[in-house]
């Protein structure tokens, strides 16, 4: 079985501009979430999809959005972006995503120049 | 979900068991401790979770106390490659995971 897959791998983006991340979990499974981590701040939480709805909410801006897909693929978009979100984001995938493990990409590391 | 207290370094030798605390006084009654570790920039690996009774897999034990404020997570055999920061997450019926600054285990030969 395929594991969680993240496109692109890396990314270099200039400030103001916009990026869309994408993640396609593993098959079978419904809930996708997503993370952004930063060696400041850690790993951190950043929204949860499940059933192409908005489950769970971190602590982010709105310029953070995302989407899921029928087929459970999902897309995060990051606008007008700044310095401070250059950061590795990983998306993991998981059964329903309550009270299951969840599986994680190998992450994209986004650089903002 | 519950906040988690973990060292934030360890080291092991090769071949010796690993033993790696967590402390999650606050955890509710329906929240599972999870403990899930990354190397070096991958992303994160599941390792175990449990609820109230020590669980085993072919990668580690996981051992909680009766009254639920803290676990043990333990590597039996350590090798070079299970140098890795390890996460403990308290975690409930929520499907987002908080993790915390989490202990970097360093396996020395």
């Known amino acids: 079985k395929a594991g969680v897959t993240q496109t692109p791998r890396y990314l270099i983006k200039t400030r103001g501009q916009q990026v869309t991340l994408s993640c396609s979990p593993i098959s079978g499974h419904r809930s996708v979430s997503w993370y952004q981590q930063t060696p400041g701040q850690g790993l951190q939480f950043l929204f949860e999809y499940f059933s192409e709805t908005q489950r769970n909410k971190g602590n982010f801006p709105g310029r953070f959005s995302g989407r899921q897909f029928s087929n459970s693929r999902s897309e995060m978009n990051v606008s007008t972006l700044e310095l401070g979100d250059s950061a590795l984001y990983l998306c993991?995938?998981?059964?329903?995503?309550?009270?299951?493990?969840?599986?994680f990409g190998a992450g994209t590391r986004l650089s903002v120049l | 979900d519950a906040k988690t207290t973990q060292p934030t370094s360890m080291d092991c030798a090769e071949g010796r068991a690993a033993n790696l605390p967590c402390n999650h006084s606050t955890i509710s009654g329906n929240e599972y401790v999870y403990w899930y570790r990354q190397i070096h920039s991958q992303g994160p690996q599941y390792i175990i979770h449990?609820?109230?009774n020590n669980e085993t897999n072919e990668m580690a034990s996981l051992i909680i106390t009766e009254d639920r404020k803290s676990s043990t997570l333990i590597l039996p055999h350590a090798t070079l490659r299970d140098t890795a920061v390890y996460y403990c997450?308290?975690?409930?019926?929520?499907?987002?995971?908080?993790f915390g600054q989490g202990t970097t285990l360093q396996v020395k030969p």
């Open positions: 997450i308290g975690s409930g019926n929520t499907g987002k995971l908080i």
């Open positions: 449990g609820l109230k």
């Open positions: 993991a995938s998981s059964l329903t995503g309550t009270k299951n493990i969840q599986y």
